[in-house]
DNA sequence: ATGAAAGCGCTAACAC
DNA sequence: GTGTTAGCGCTTTCAT
C-alpha cells in the first residue's frame, strides 16, 4: 500500500472551503451554507455575492464533512456480485432509478470476498438483499419466485403439446434448488412423472453444453428442454444444433431469466422473465421504508416472474403428439 | 425529497464511536486509534482490552470522519456510462483488481446527464476518462485505437480474399469517425477504393439490420462487412440470415469490442478486441501517477486492439475470388 | 507506551 | 437576516 502526501492537490493548492467563500464574499460561514442548501431566508444582495464567490473559487461542499454532521449520506450502497450478468444490469438501472426519483445516489461496489461481511453489516444501516437467502432477521430481502417461475416454463412446454420435458439444472444453491422442485411439481401435477429427467448443467454455455449433451444420449429423446438459465438454454441451444437438430422443430427450449442474451432476434429465447428493474427498485423501498417510515419488522418480498415467449417452443414433432 | 430523522438507527441504539470504545477499555480515543489502524507501539495487554470492546460493541471506524481529518479516502470513483454495456464489465472488472491490488476501493456510479459534471470536476482530484475524445489538459485519458482496429478488421478480410468490403457505421462520434476513417484508410492502401462502401447503422443490434438490409440492396453484393461493434455485428448477421444468407460462406461479418457476445458458441463472432480489463488497469495506474508519483502533465494512453477469429468469416465465395 | 487537545469542513442551534 | 458557537468521529501532533 502506497504511502501519499497527506492531501492530493491536483492544481497546486488545497480546494476552497465554506471559509474562503465567506471570506471572499464577505460573510459568515452560516450564510454561505444557508445559499448553498437552497434556504430562502437571505438577502439577495448576499445570496449573489456568496454565488459569484462560489463560482469564482469553483467551491463545492466536502460530501464528507457534511455527512458527518449530519449523520447522513443520501446515498445507498449496492453490492453487485457479479456486473457480467446482464441480470444485474437491469437491478442497477432500477435501483439507480429509484434512488434518484427520491434524491438519493447509489453507489456500486463489486469484489469477491465481501459477501459475508456484508451480511454481519445488517442492523448498522438497512439492508435489502436480493436473490439470497436471508435468515438474517436484521435484513430485509427480496427474492424471485423459481418455483412459480419453473411452474411457467413447464406449463408452457404442455400446453404445446410436450410430455417428455427435461430440466438442466443450475449451479447447487436454493435457486437451482427450488427451480427443480419447481420442475419436478409441476410435472407431477401434470401426470408426467413418468418423464422426468434432470441433468446436471450449471449457469453457464457450458453446462448448458454438457446438459444437452447428456440428455442426447436419452431414449427417447426429449422434446423440450427448462434450462436453469438463458446462458445455459443457449449452450444447450448449440450443443443440440451441432448435433443437427433443428431448434424449435425438433426441440424447444426455455431459458430463465429473460436477459437481453434473450431478446436478440439472432437467439430470440423463450424465458422467464425475471424483473430486475422492478426487483431493483423494489429494493431501494424496501430500504426506504426502514428510513423514512420506520419499520422495524423485517420484509421478505417474493417476486413472481413471467414467461415470455419467442423462437425457441413450438410443438413437439407431430409424431410425438399423439404419443401419449 | 423526504425528510428523515435526524439520524438512521436501525437496532435502536446509535453506532459505537471511538470513545466507546475507550471507555470500555479503560484507555484513551488514542489508543484505541492506534489499535485500529495496527499501529505495534501499544501494550500487548492493552490492545487486547481495546480488541475485546471492538468486538463487544461491534465498532467500526466511521469512514467519514476518517476521510475528513485524513483528507483521503483510498476510494476511486467510477462513472460507468451504461452498466449493459457487456465491455464495460471488463473495464469495472480491470479497475475493481488493480484498485484492490494498491490498498483502494472502487466505487462505481451511473447517471445520465451527469457527465459534463465529471468533466468540469478535473482539476479537483485525478480524472481519468476511458473511451471518450478529451482536450481537457487536467485529464489524462485512455483510448482504444479505433484506426487500427479497424485496419485489422479490414485486413483480416482482404487476407481472406475478400474485395468488396462494406462497413456498417457507428451512431455519430469520435469512435465511430476513427472506425470509419481506418476502413476507408486501409481500403485505399490495399488498392480497394473502388469498393468502398459504407451504411449508415449505429452501436445496436436494430443499427447493425438496418444497415445490412440497406446492404443487400447493393449489387453487387459485398462479401464481407465490418461493423462498427458486436452488437450491430449480430444484428446484420440475422438480418442476412433471414435473407436466406449463409454465414460466413455467402457473406463474412467482423465485428468490434469482442465481447462476451461474440465468444458465446451459438454466435461465434470475429472481432476486434478491445481490451477492458487492461483498459481499467491502466486507468487506475493512471490515477496512482498523479496521485502518489506526483505527476502533473496530461497523459493520453491508446491501447492497441486485437484481432480475434472465429466462425463469421471466411474466404469469399468461390465465384468472387477470381472476380478482380 | 499513553493521553490531552487541536482541528478536518461542515451544519444547526441559538443569539442578536 | 445574519453571525457565533458547539460539535459530528476521527487522526495527529505534542507532552509526558
Known sequence: VPRPGR???????????????????????????????????????????VLDAISDL??????????LVQRRTRI????ISNFRNPFFADVVAGIQHQAAERGYKALFSTGDRQH??????????????????????????????NHAGA????????????????????????????????YEETMRRLGLERHLLSVEGGYNEAGGSRGASELLEHRPLPTAVFAA????????????????????DDVSIVGYDNTSLAALRHVSLT??????EEMGRVAVDLMFE???????EPRHDVITPSLVVRSTTAPPPSVDVCEG
Not at 445507498?76 to 453490492?79: A, K, L, Q, R
Not at 424465458?271 to 430486475?276: L, V
Open 7 to 49: 492531501s492530493i492537490r491536483i492544481s497546486g493548492r488545497r480546494r476552497p472551503t465554506i471559509l474562503d467563500v465567506a471570506r471572499r464574499a464577505g460573510v459568515s460561514k452560516s450564510l454561505v451554507s444557508l445559499v448553498v442548501r437552497g434556504d430562502d431566508r437571505v438577502s439577495d444582495e448576499r445570496r449573489q455575492a
Open 58 to 67: 469553483n467551491y463545492r461542499p466536502n460530501a464528507m464533512a457534511r455527512g
Open 76 to 79: 445507498i450502497g449496492v453490492m
Open 116 to 145: 459475508e461481511a456484508i451480511f454481519r453489516f445488517g442492523g448498522t444501516a438497512p439492508l435489502v438483499v436480493l436473490n439470497r437467502q436471508t435468515t438474517d432477521v436484521a435484513s430485509d430481502s427480496i427474492t424471485n419466485d
Open 151 to 182: 411452474r411457467m416454463a413447464v406449463e408452457h412446454c404442455a400446453a404445446l403439446g410436450h410430455r417428455r420435458i427435461a430440466h438442466i439444472r443450475g449451479a447447487p444453491g436454493a435457486a437451482a434448488r427450488e427451480r427443480l422442485e419447481g
Open 229 to 248: 438459465n438463458d446462458l445455459c438454454a443457449i449452450g444447450a441451444l448449440n450443443a443440440f444444433e451441432e448435433a443437427a437438430m433443428r431448434i424449435p
Open 271 to 276: 424465458s422467464i422473465h425475471q424483473p430486475g
Open 290 to 296: 426502514r428510513i423514512h417510515e420506520g419499520r422495524t
